[in-house]
């Protein structure tokens, strides 16, 4: 820049827009102060007025609030920008400094078409007002939420707790946060908020109560001050060990470099995203330039300011500013008074800027690149960049990836060879991360309580079926659980990578008898008063609003259990027809025809016995070649060419006998067996008694299949359904029973000489466990059912709970028997 002297005064002359904003930065902080800019290149920092200027084309830029000045109360930025709008008639103003100061000035700048250019204020509630003279050269504080639920999805946490502020700032960025981890399936369990005059005792019951909580990873929303605060706090309670998981946003990270080193190392292990900013030439000749600058301002190290993110969007904000001045090309500016009744107060006496639609429309079509990044507004907003992921390790922060609106989380930062195509959610592409507790081991995001519970694991009481579940009481009153369901979470949870203590607790009155059904039993999940329900317990819509269910472990659907009586077979003139299918037996009609014709083509010329009259030729065609069925055929072949045939056809007729004989023998002694009921229409139509187990969903599938409740009758065992099909319908017994698939095998495994399964099944999910609704442990558990169920383990369980039933026929071979058909040969 060059120096000269006018009026006696000393002025300075830029070379260039950037070097006009550095020199209105360096002297810009001044509340009140006004910096005038003419055209010819010339700045004048504060003080002349707009006649001591040489010429009279003068534009007046107002900062309300710099970096280098103490933060303002809302009254008095207020005030400030009134007085620049109304005395010193400024045609633009950059501040200020704060989201909750930013609200009045946005509208004043509106009213008098003055585009205000704010660097910090960050709040997503500024972009709901609908001005066209606010221009945010920073960024939302939504355009990192994202990112945020990016690095929440690669570690697969299930639950964040956030904390945060109770005031604007806070407040503003946190149903943004939710919707996006949502988004990644993950839920918010508990709102952390903190008083903004919290005192150390509040700020320590606040974190004592996340402490008996399960989750265990943190979102942290604050200023700095009140953020060092709460990491301290929570580094005296322990809350910064190995287990922990900590995420800042980058009203944080972004300041990292203004924090006491004792914060710092309070926060080892934390990670958290910043704006990306890219390294360029440009960027270092500035912060030369600028540490030169402020040690010559301020000769003791420990008060000079560092450069930061904020101090580059403010650079960039002036930049943008000159720029715009130049292309709108301003002059004759002046304020219009506006038209002000008796009535009006003294607020309203200002006027309306005559330059203002066209610097507001210089403003944002103007791209360039700053020392922040590409600067380009769009709706009046700085667009999201490139967000840096940042880990705490030592005296500062050490970048481990990068996260992009367009591809998600990337180790390396490429913006020449972007891929639109792929959106990367791994934690496999961020560096080595050092979390709390000085471990490389991602925390798994939840624990149990600090308070010492075990898990609490609620169980049903039951009469019968005890193979899949049984409670009994010791003389001391102390309960002994026991069963396939038990043997089965007993294993899933050894399956499980980490250690889960637990114990049973039934579900029973003082007289050890059941407190409730099962629906009754989920539903204490739901109240609290059980961590999870273990058991017999199925998967149902119903229980799935209070609960939420692992996968099943069990076979699903229900099934139609119907009494084998023995059947002999009643007359029938045609039953030999039925071993072999009709074409089948067109078949081999046709077959005898052809064969005894081709003999008789082979014989007749050189055999006396296939010579005669034409009737007696076309009998002895048939009778040579049905006689061959039982190989009683008289006449001789002479023709080896015939005998060639017939060998073959001999061959043929054999199996064809065989196989009909053995058809006819197995379907005669079949049909001894056979299955009372059918069709489940069957039931309905005849007003026939059904069984179904008691406590059991079936009774509302009954219903719907249009079953009179009056005739379903209940039992509690095997031994009882058998006792009900024993009595029959006409003795207060059943004639069909239904029930789900795990019950019915082992009642059949019991039975399965006296009863079948008839189909269809109707569709019904297996068994499961019940947990809170939103627990971390559901996929958890259900990824250790599926190790356990296709594992070994589970073979050894059934076989020590349930009979082997594979001396039992199949009930499918018992109640049909297909005949042959023409495709068997």
């Known amino acids: 820049m060059a120096v000269s002297q006018v009026g006696g005064k000393q002025w300075l002359r830029a070379q260039s827009a950037r070097e006009k904003a550095d020199l209105n930065k360096s002297g810009g902080g001044v509340r009140h102060g006004t910096i005038c800019w003419r055209d010819g290149d010339e700045l004048h920092i504060n003080g002349l007025s707009q006649t001591s200027m040489p010429n009279t084309a003068i534009t007046k830029l107002g900062y309300l609030s710099s970096p280098r000045t103490p933060m303002i109360s809302v009254v008095g930025t207020a005030a400030a920008a009134l007085d620049l709008v109304k005395n010193f008639e400024v045609q633009a103003i950059i501040g200020p400094l704060s989201s909750v100061q930013a609200n009045f000035i946005i509208n004043l700048g509106d009213e008098a078409q003055v585009p205000v250019i704010t660097f910090s204020a960050t709040s997503p509630s500024l972009s709901s007002i609908r001005s066209q003279y606010f221009i945010r050269a920073t960024l939302d504080d939504t355009s990192q939420v994202h990112a945020i639920s990016a690095i929440v999805q690669a570690f697969g946490w299930r639950e964040v707790v956030t904390i945060y502020v109770d005031k604007e700032f806070g407040e503003g960025i946190i149903p943004f946060l939710t919707d996006a981890l949502e988004n990644v399936n993950a839920r918010v369990p508990y709102r952390s908020v903190i008083p903004p005059l919290a005192t150390d005792d509040q700020i320590a019951a606040e974190l004592y109560k996340l402490m008996t909580m399960q989750t265990r990873v943190f979102v942290v929303h604050m200023p700095r001050p009140f953020g060092s605060h709460l990491f301290t706090k929570a580094k ?8 922990y998981a900590w995420i800042v946003t980058n009203s944080m990270t972004n300041m990292l470099n203004l924090m006491d080193p004792y914060v710092i190392q309070s926060m080892l292990g934390v990670i958290g995203v910043r704006s990306s900013i890219p390294e360029t030439n440009e960027l270092d000749d500035f912060e030369i330039r600028y540490n030169k600058r402020m040690f010559l301002n301020n000769p003791p190290v420990a008060s000079r300011p560092d450069l930061n993110i904020y101090g580059l969007w403010a650079y960039d904000a002036t930049v943008l500013l000159a720029m715009a001045v130049e292309k709108a090309i301003l002059t004759n500016v002046r304020f219009d008074k506006a038209h002000i009744s008796r009535n ?231 039953v030999f027809f039925k071993p072999l299918a009709s074409e089948l037996w067109l078949t081999i009609f046709c077959s005898f025809v052809f064969i005894g014709l081709l003999i008789w083509i082979l014989e007749h010329r050189i055999n006396e016995d296939f010579r005669g009259s034409p009737w007696h030729q076309v009998g002895l065609i048939f009778w040579f070649a049905f006689s061959t069925m039982v190989f009683a055929q008289k006449e001789k072949v002479v023709s080896n060419m ?184």
């Open 236 to 243: 005296e309670l322990g809350m910064l060990s190995e287990g």
């Open 642 to 825: 015939a005998r060639f045939v017939l060998i073959i056809w001999f061959f043929v007729v054999l199996i064809l006998t065989q196989s009909y004989t053995a058809s006819l023998t197995s379907r005669l002694i079949i049909q001894q067996l056979h299955a009372t009921i059918t069709d489940v229409n069957v039931l309905n139509k005849n007003k026939e008694y059904v069984g179904y187990q008691k406590g059991s969903f079936v009774l509302g599938l009954l219903k719907k299949m249009n079953f009179d409740e009056s005739r379903l009758l209940t039992y509690n065992s095997p031994e009882e359904m058998n006792e009900l099909f024993s009595k029959g319908a006409r003795n207060g017994g059943i004639s069909a029973a239904f029930d789900e698939i795990p019950y019915t095998k082992l009642f059949l495994a019991k039975y399965c000489s006296k009863y079948t399964t008839i189909d269809p099944t109707y569709k019904a999910d297996g068994f499961g466990f019940a947990f809170p609704i939103g627990s971390p442990l559901v996929p958890d558990v259900s990824r250790a059912i599926l190790n356990v169920t296709e594992g070994k383990k589970m073979v050894e369980i059934e076989n020590t709970w349930f009979w082997d039933n594979t001396k039992c026929p199949d009930s499918s071979t018992i109640l049909s028997s297909n005949s042959l058909g023409l495709e068997s040969f």
């Open 344 to 574: 009006s107060t003294n607020l309203e006496a200002f006027g309306v800027s005559n330059g203002g639609p066209k610097l507001i429309q210089a403003l944002s079509s103007t791209i360039f690149k700053g020392l922040a990044g590409d600067f380009h507004l769009v709706d009046g907003q700085l667009q999201t960049p490139p967000y840096q992921i940042v880990n705490v390790v030592g005296p500062g922060a050490r970048a481990v990836g990068y996260w992009m609106n367009e591809n998600g989380i990337v180790k390396e930062l490429n913006l020449t060879s972007t891929n639109t195509s792929t959106y990367f959610t791994s934690k496999s592409n961020l560096g080595s991360i050092i979390w709390p507790g000085d471990t490389t081991t991602p925390p798994k995001g939840w624990v149990i309580p600090t308070n010492g519970r075990k898990l609490r694991v609620g169980i049903p009481i039951k009469d019968g079926f005890n193979e899949f579940l049984r409670v009994t009481w010791n003389p001391d009153n102390k309960t002994k659980v026991e069963g396939y369901c038990i043997d089965v979470f007993d294993a899933v949870m050894a399956a499980l990578p980490y250690g889960v203590p637990y114990e049973y607790i039934p579900f029973e009155k003082l007289n050890h008898n059941a407190a409730g059904s099962y629906d009754d039993l989920a539903y204490q999940v739901y109240l609290g008063n059980y961590d999870v329900v273990v058991g017999d317990v199925t998967i149902r819509g119903n229980r799935s609003k209070y609960v939420d269910f692992t996968l099943p472990y069990t076979e699903s659907g229900v099934s139609m259990i119907v009494p084998i009586i023995e059947y002999y077979q009643r007359k029938n003139a045609w």
